[in-house]
Every structure is written in C-alpha cells, then in structure tokens.
C-alpha cells in the first residue's frame, strides 16, 4: 500500500504552466504532510523549449507566493502515458496531443484537464500566458492554486 501516486501536468512549452502545477502540486502535498505519497512530474507536447528552465515570469509570480519553481522542459513521451497514473493537462490542445499518444499505447493513465478542479473556472482550459504580460501569469497561478488544492482534496479523499 506505499505505491505513490504519479501525477504528470502536461502544457505546450513546459516552461510556464505545467512546472508551476507541478511546484504548487509538491508544494501543498507537503504543507499537509503527505509529499511521500505523491511523485509529481511535468512535461510539454512541443519540444520548443527542450532544456530550458522555467520561465522567469512564472518562477519569480510563483516565488512571490513562497512557491519556487524549478526543472528542465522536457517532451511529453509515449512511456509516460503508461507510468503515470494521472496525466493532466492545461488546455484543450494540450489534451488533445496527449489523447493521440494515449491511444498509440493503450496506456493506463487517466486524462484530465486541470481545470476540472477549479473550483471558479470560467473556462475549462488554463490560459497560456506566455505572449501576454505578467498580469496573465498572477491569473495563471490563482487558477493553479485553487485547482492543485482541490486535485489533491480529491486524491487524499479517494475522489479523483
Ligand atoms: P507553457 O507556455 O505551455 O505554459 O509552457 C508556453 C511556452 C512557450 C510557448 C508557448 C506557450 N512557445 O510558443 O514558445
């Protein structure tokens, strides 16, 4: 029963959104105590930014609220759609790219989108803010903030 949880948060660039999720994620999994129960991950479907590290954008929004940001894009691959137990993405695009690699492998991972938390969503996908100004990113981390407290609501209380 010590198996942990694998969750990936997937976006486009893995820059902006996914490693924030993945930061807020870890974050407030710890704030409760229960880090140990969870592996959290994060992954783009573009290989535009592969290596790179978070955005400043979202690193220094995220810091701002005590969460630090850290990590290197990766691609999202096949495998992952197999080992993780929870593949959620940010947008509508994001899920459809990862829908496609789903089914080459028949993996086991549940598909979702992150917004399906949010318990003030407005919209079912959380915006790229990454042609936008940093007004866009506060909005992203609110979003982020909200739906990562109720995923993992949901994940502690067999919900999800
Ligand atoms: P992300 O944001 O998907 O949240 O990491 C983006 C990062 C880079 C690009 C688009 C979105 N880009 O086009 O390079």
Partial sequence: MSERTRILFVCLGNICRSPLAEAVFRDRARERGVADRFEVDSAGT???HRGAPPDRRSVQTAARRGVEVTGASRIVVEEDLATFDYVIAMDAENLSELDALHRQ???????????????????????DPYFGGDRGFDDVHDIVERACEALLDDLLGGRA
């Fill in 46 to 48: 573009s290989g535009y």
């Fill in 105 to 127: 492998v028949e993996g086991r991972a549940r598909l979702h989108r992150l917004r399906e938390w949010d318990p003030e969503a407005d919209a079912p996908d959380v915006p």
